[in-house]
C-alpha cells in the first residue's frame, strides 16, 4: 500500500523542472500553498487537484504562475477563498469548482475567459462570506 501525500511537498518534483501540467487526485490533500507550487514557476500551464479534500484557497495561491490556464479543484471540500486567489492570472481560460463535498460555498465551471471571471467574482464573494458567517 502507498502513502497518499496529504501535502504538495517541494521534493516530490524536484527531478521535473520543466513540468507544465500537474494532476494529483485522491491524495487526501487537505492544503496547497504558494509556496508549494512556486517550484513550478511560470512554466505550469494546467494544475488539476480534484477529489481531494482542500478547504481553503489562499490570497496570491497561483502567484508564482502567472501562465496557468487551466485550474480543476473539484470534488475537495472548499469552504474559503480568499480575495486575490486568482489574481495575475489572465491567460486562465479554464475554471472547475465543482461538486464540494459538504459545501454550499461554490459551485460551478467556467469554459472561456468571460465566464472565469465572472465565477471567480462569484466565488470569491460566497466563499468569504460563508467563512465570516461560520465565525459568527
Not at 484557497?57 to 497561483?62: I, K, N, Q, R
Amino acid at each position: 500500500e502507498y502513502k497518499k501525500a496529504q501535502k504538495l511537498s517541494q521534493t516530490h518534483f524536484e527531478f521535473l523542472p520543466n513540468l507544465n501540467h500537474v494532476i494529483i487526485t485522491r491524495s487526501k490533500m487537505v492544503e496547497i500553498h504558494s509556496s508549494d507550487l512556486q517550484q513550478f514557476g511560470e512554466n505550469l500551464e494546467s494544475l488539476a487537484i480534484p477529489f481531494n479534500e482542500i478547504e481553503i484557497l489562499e490570497a496570491d495561491l497561483f502567484q508564482f504562475n502567472p501562465n496557468l490556464k487551466m485550474i480543476e479543484l473539484s470534488y475537495n471540500k472548499l469552504k474559503h477563498i480568499e480575495d486575490g486567489t486568482f489574481s495575475g492570472l489572465e491567460k486562465l481560460r479554464y475554471l472547475d469548482l465543482e461538486n464540494q463535498e459538504q459545501s454550499t460555498c461554490i459551485g460551478g465551471s467556467a469554459k472561456n475567459r468571460s465566464e472565469v471571471i465572472a465565477l471567480i467574482k462569484k466565488a470569491e464573494l460566497q466563499c468569504k462570506d460563508l467563512s465570516l458567517n461560520q465565525q459568527a
